[in-house]
């Protein structure tokens, strides 16, 4: 009896023993004993790491003022809904009128950053004399200029006559679409439907595109065009990297923002038919534009307006393609 | 592999045999000691994500104050060939914040378009530009038509919520290329 506990005894102390030393190899390298003063061990993020977590941060910055620019937008639905009946015009110049002294013509007051106005060259302080050849006399010239621009379509170039320190100077002004046109349309409006936010999607927001110098269309063989930096990632628009963006359904994007207004104008569902220059070669790429995915663009397509949004997307079509 | 069946004797000289680093490594105190310092490692690893998206957030923040807060200031003149001329103040830009046109000056300093467009960036900025052309037009139209200076203050103050979005929109659109 005591034999045979004495060797259950061992035995048991002999596999304990050996499963202690097996799992002491195994363990990973020990710190120092705590009888060495140890140095507080500090892991240095490797430069891939860091590079990393920078892309990320950068991300998170660009998404984040993605959407302050998205919400302060539509913060200011609201003022612009009670301003809009005096909008006689579809389109925007953006320029702030004032009468000029003496009610000859309209002092600018302000130009609007990035605005059309900008674009063509304005300033504060010229004076507009005549628009398309038509003069502008009186105490109102701001709702004159209005009126005038009542039948002008978007992405049309008007002409000014403006005094600029007493000289005069012709500016042609390419003016764009009002924005949130749609919302002015008394239909949609009762159906409560705001409008559909261009580049929803993720892989489209996160193209890269660069306008040609002439070196860059010499290597690619084109002087006209905007070049694909980056493709969509998920193969959305059929597009590539290093592929050169000759036209939008017709229309020949002049710069990488030019490119974006157009694609912008888009809304998921629709054709579109791109033309590329891609190894010296040239290609038509017919895709419909994908659909957004974001979460509250699915709830506001599928659970606040369920049939309405079809109706929208053809309302809306024509509008933004015309503005972009 | 030892034989488990052997005589006691042959066990304890197996014992003896053992060699030394098989006995327990540290105490409990040790344990806690290692254990609170993976916790530590995996929280840094964790945290330092959190930490470099704060720092480029702060970073950007501060320096978008510091733009608007010492304009007109070294470094930072107003761009060449962009006077801003403006008319007398009216009533409604009282309510104005004061680095207004500061802010305005800096956004005509850029260039039109960074050198690689991103596009969702670029597509936020196009969309405040078109709404900031939109209500200066209705400034224009509101005050020929005689609006009350408290409605034109309205105008005015949105107008200015806008420019100072879109100065924050392009200044993360200016950092994110000047990193690439």
């Given at each position: 009896?005591?034999?045979?506990?004495?060797?259950?005894?061992?035995?048991?102390?002999?596999?304990?023993?050996?499963?202690?030393?097996?799992?002491?190899?195994?363990?990973?390298?020990?710190?120092?004993?705590?009888?060495?003063?140890?140095?507080?061990?500090?892991?240095?993020?490797?430069?891939?790491?860091?590079?990393?977590?920078?892309?990320?941060?950068?991300?998170?910055?660009?998404?984040?003022?993605?959407?302050?620019?998205?919400?302060?937008?539509?913060?200011?639905?609201?003022?612009?809904?009670?301003?809009?009946?005096?909008?006689?015009?579809?389109?925007?110049?953006?320029?702030?009128?004032?009468?000029?002294?003496?009610?000859?013509?309209?002092?600018?007051?302000?130009?609007?950053?990035?605005?059309?106005?900008?674009?063509?060259?304005?300033?504060?302080?010229?004076?507009?004399?005549?628009?398309?050849?038509?003069?502008?006399?009186?105490?109102?010239?701001?709702?004159?200029?209005?009126?005038?621009?009542?039948?002008?379509?978007?992405?049309?170039?008007?002409?000014?006559?403006?005094?600029?320190?007493?000289?005069?100077?012709?500016?042609?002004?390419?003016?764009?679409?009002?924005?949130?046109?749609?919302?002015?349309?008394?239909?949609?409006?009762?159906?409560?439907?705001?409008?559909?936010?261009?580049?929803?999607?993720?892989?489209?927001?996160?193209?890269?595109?660069?306008?040609?110098?002439?070196?860059?269309?010499?290597?690619?063989?084109?002087?006209?065009?905007?070049?694909?930096?980056?493709?969509?990632?998920?193969?959305?628009?059929?597009?590539?990297?290093?592929?050169?963006?000759?036209?939008?359904?017709?229309?020949?994007?002049?710069?990488?923002?030019?490119?974006?207004?157009?694609?912008?104008?888009?809304?998921?569902?629709?054709?579109?038919?791109?033309?590329?220059?891609?190894?010296?070669?040239?290609?038509?790429?017919?895709?419909?534009?994908?659909?957004?995915?974001?979460?509250?663009?699915?709830?506001?397509?599928?659970?606040?307006?369920?049939?309405?949004d079809a109706h929208v997307t053809q309302l809306r079509a024509p509008y933004l393609r015309a503005a972009a | 592999?030892?034989?488990?069946?052997?005589?006691?004797?042959?066990?304890?000289?197996?014992?003896?045999?053992?060699?030394?680093?098989?006995?327990?490594?540290?105490?409990?105190?040790?344990?806690?000691?290692?254990?609170?310092?993976?916790?530590?490692?995996?929280?840094?690893?964790?945290?330092?994500?959190?930490?470099?998206t704060a720092c480029v957030v702060a970073v950007g923040l501060l320096a978008v104050l510091v733009r608007l807060?010492?304009?007109?200031?070294?470094?930072?003149?107003?761009?060449?060939?962009?006077?801003?001329?403006?008319?007398?103040?009216?009533?409604?830009?009282?309510?104005?914040?004061?680095?207004?046109?500061?802010?305005?000056?800096?956004?005509?300093?850029?260039?039109?378009?960074?050198?690689?467009?991103?596009?969702?960036?670029?597509?936020?900025?196009?969309?405040?530009?078109?709404?900031?052309?939109?209500?200066?037009?209705?400034?224009?139209?509101?005050?020929?038509?005689?609006?009350?200076?408290?409605?034109?203050?309205?105008?005015?103050?949105?107008?200015?919520?806008?420019?100072?979005?879109?100065?924050?929109?392009?200044?993360?659109?200016?950092?994110?290329?000047?990193?690439?």
């Open positions: 009896m005591n034999r045979t506990r004495l060797m259950s005894a061992a035995g048991a102390c002999t596999l304990a023993a050996l499963l202690l030393r097996t799992a002491c190899a195994a363990a990973p390298p020990e710190p120092p004993a705590p009888s060495v003063p140890a140095v507080p061990a500090m892991q240095v993020p490797s430069q891939a790491e860091i590079d990393a977590q920078l892309r990320m941060a950068q991300k998170q910055l660009e998404e984040a003022a993605h959407e302050v620019a998205r919400l302060s937008t539509q913060f200011s639905g609201s003022v612009m809904q009670e301003f809009m009946p005096l909008l006689a015009a579809h389109v925007v110049m953006g320029v702030e009128l004032e009468p000029a002294p003496g009610n000859v013509g309209a002092r600018v007051r302000e130009v609007s950053p990035g605005g059309p106005a900008a674009e063509a060259g304005m300033r504060a302080g010229d004076v507009v004399l005549a628009l398309n050849g038509t003069e502008l006399k009186g105490a109102a010239p701001a709702r004159q200029v209005s009126s005038l621009l009542r039948d002008v379509k978007p992405d049309t170039a008007v002409t000014l006559r403006v005094q600029r320190d007493g000289k005069p100077l012709a500016v042609t002004v390419t003016v764009r679409g009002a924005p949130d046109l749609l919302a002015r349309l008394p239909r949609v409006r009762e159906l409560g439907v705001e409008p559909p936010e261009p580049f929803s999607r993720r892989p489209l927001r996160d193209m890269e595109l660069a306008s040609l110098t002439p070196g860059l269309g010499s290597y690619f063989g084109t002087d006209k065009g905007v070049l694909v930096l980056r493709a969509p990632a998920d193969g959305a628009l059929k597009l590539e990297d290093g592929d050169v963006i000759l036209a939008i359904d017709g229309r020949a994007p002049e710069s990488g923002s030019h490119a974006a207004r157009i694609l912008g104008s888009y809304v998921g569902g629709e054709k579109i038919t791109l033309r590329v220059m891609r190894q010296h070669k040239t290609l038509e790429l017919e895709m419909t534009m994908p659909d957004a995915t974001r979460a509250h663009d699915v709830h506001r397509r599928e659970v606040m307006m369920p049939r309405a | 592999m030892p034989d488990l069946n052997s005589s006691p004797q042959d066990l304890s000289t197996l014992l003896r045999a053992l060699p030394a680093d098989a006995a327990a490594p540290y105490g409990y105190q040790e344990f806690e000691r290692r254990a609170q310092q993976r916790d530590r490692r995996a929280r840094g690893l964790a945290g330092g994500e959190r930490l470099a807060g010492a304009m007109g200031g070294v470094g930072h003149p107003p761009a060449p060939g962009v006077p801003v001329v403006r008319s007398a103040p009216g009533p409604e830009d009282e309510t104005l914040p004061p680095h207004a046109g500061v802010a305005e000056r800096w956004l005509a300093s850029l260039p039109e378009e960074p050198a690689i467009v991103h596009v969702g960036t670029r597509a936020a900025v196009l969309g405040l530009e078109d709404r900031i052309a939109q209500i200066d037009d209705l400034l224009s139209t509101a005050r020929d038509s005689g609006d009350a200076p408290a409605r034109l203050a309205t105008l005015r103050q949105e107008r200015a919520r806008l420019v100072g979005t879109l100065v924050q929109v392009r200044y993360a659109e200016v950092l994110a290329e000047g990193s690439l």
